[in-house]
């Protein structure tokens, strides 16, 4: 198996992760602020990761003896603001807009990142270009069911989905080069720090609810912050910026999977049409690489 193919299915696997995380959140926050959510289950991430780090302690070792180490904790704090930045921009327009609209605005990056890459110089090539437009096009079926009115919660999103751009450049500019767990460790652990801080300021944190919704947040602490962050920088060693932004949009597919499998909602016509044209979106910017042309 090439070391891309590996990347692609870290970031497959993350996108599963994130997806299933929103049945999670719907759930977890019934009585739980979003501040007060994200503190909880990104502190149980930080930890969960911790644990991690001493089990791969000895390779870090061996790095160490070859010279090949270096630590991702600076790194990995740039990345945990830029992500900060995103996620509480994304709760605030939770505020003016839909969830739907938030969804589809978000993974515009879908298209941001390969635009930036190619603004920074990286060679962007028909196909990752063809399959984004796929995707978006998926993305809008399966979003916004005919919304096309926005506000300033729209505005306030969009400006999110820069962000989430950034981020995901950031990590794939530095994920090759420093230790990805420390990478991963040190950006939740801003996370968890500034989604705890607001949650004092914005909110009234109660411990017996944090208490009550202790799976949701086990989930979301464990598996989304802990593991999926951590296969995507996995992923981005080894996948190029493009395919990768399209592949972890995914997530919007295997939520709206698992709201029909888990909570029972009701999937569309024009939502599974979606599915499907993010599906060919997603074959279609590999398409160079598993040889369907030349």
């Known amino acids: 198996m090439s070391n891309n193919m590996r990347g692609n299915i870290a970031l497959f696997l993350a996108a599963f992760i994130w997806g299933t995380t929103f049945v999670a959140q719907a759930v977890g926050m019934d009585n739980l602020g979003p501040f007060t959510y994200a503190g909880a289950r990104y502190f149980l991430g930080v930890f969960s990761l911790l644990l991690v780090l001493y089990l791969f302690r000895g390779s870090r070792e061996d790095a160490r003896r070859k010279g090949t180490y270096k630590s991702g904790?600076?790194?990995?704090l740039q990345a945990g603001l830029i992500m900060f930045v995103a996620t509480s921009l994304q709760q605030i327009a939770l505020q003016y807009t839909t969830a739907g609209k938030t969804a589809f605005i978000t993974c515009l990056y879908i298209v941001l990142?390969?635009?930036?890459a190619a603004l920074s110089g990286s060679k962007i090539r028909p196909n990752n270009w063809a399959g984004a437009f796929l995707a978006v096009t998926g993305l809008y079926f399966l979003s916004l069911q005919g919304e096309i009115n926005l506000n300033v919660g729209d505005l306030i999103v969009l400006i999110?989905?820069?962000?989430?751009?950034?981020?995901?450049?950031?990590?794939g500019r530095f994920a090759a080069l420093v230790d990805p767990i420390e990478l991963s460790a040190a950006q939740i652990s801003v996370?968890?720090?500034?989604?705890?801080?607001?949650a004092f300021v914005?909110?009234?944190p109660d411990a017996a609810a944090v208490a009550g919704a202790w799976v949701a947040i086990f989930y979301g602490g464990v598996m989304s912050a802990g593991?999926?962050?951590t296969l995507q920088i996995i992923g981005q060693r080894y996948a190029e910026p493009?395919?990768?932004a399209i592949i972890m949009s995914f997530e919007s597919i295997f939520g709206a999977l698992a709201g029909w499998l888990l909570l029972g909602e009701v999937m569309s016509g024009k939502?599974?049409?979606?599915?499907v044209l993010m599906t060919i979106g997603v074959v279609v910017t590999q398409a160079q690489k598993i040889k369907f042309w030349h």
């Open 191 to 198: 996370c968890a720090i500034l989604s705890t801080v607001a």
């Open 242 to 244: 493009a395919p990768a």
């Open 73 to 76: 904790c600076l790194r990995g």
């Open 202 to 204: 914005f909110e009234t």
């Open 113 to 116: 990142v390969p635009i930036c």
């Open 227 to 229: 593991v999926a962050f």
């Open 160 to 171: 999110s989905a820069f962000f989430w751009t950034f981020q995901i450049l950031f990590i």
């Open 271 to 275: 939502e599974i049409f979606g599915c």
